[in-house]
């Protein structure tokens, strides 16, 4: 599957994967490290169900739901329909 996303990656915008962010999970078998060192490809581990560890994951979380109030505030949506707004109000 890794191999079929990195050909997809450089069709798609003409770079190259250099880098795989891995948790030492299910993908650490010996096919992927073989592969990923055929093709020169760096790994970086992080702890499972950790995603604080991976700063870009986290800053592209922030990113969304940035973008996500701007357009519900920019449709006039009210607060209760935000998913935030109803969490907090069931959890208190």
Not at 48 to 68: A, G, V, Y
């Amino acid at each position: 599957m890794f191999s079929e996303f990195k050909a997809r990656v450089k069709l798609e915008t003409r770079k190259i994967v250099k880098c795989s962010r891995i948790d030492n999970g299910d993908y650490v078998d010996g096919d992927i490290l073989a592969f990923y060192k055929q093709k020169g490809i760096t790994r970086q581990f992080f702890v499972p169900h950790t995603p604080q560890q991976n700063s870009i994951i986290e800053r592209m979380n922030k990113t969304l739901l940035d973008r996500t109030r701007v357009i519900l505030t920019t449709l006039g949506v009210t607060k209760s329909f935000w998913v935030e707004k109803q969490f907090k109000l069931s959890i208190t």
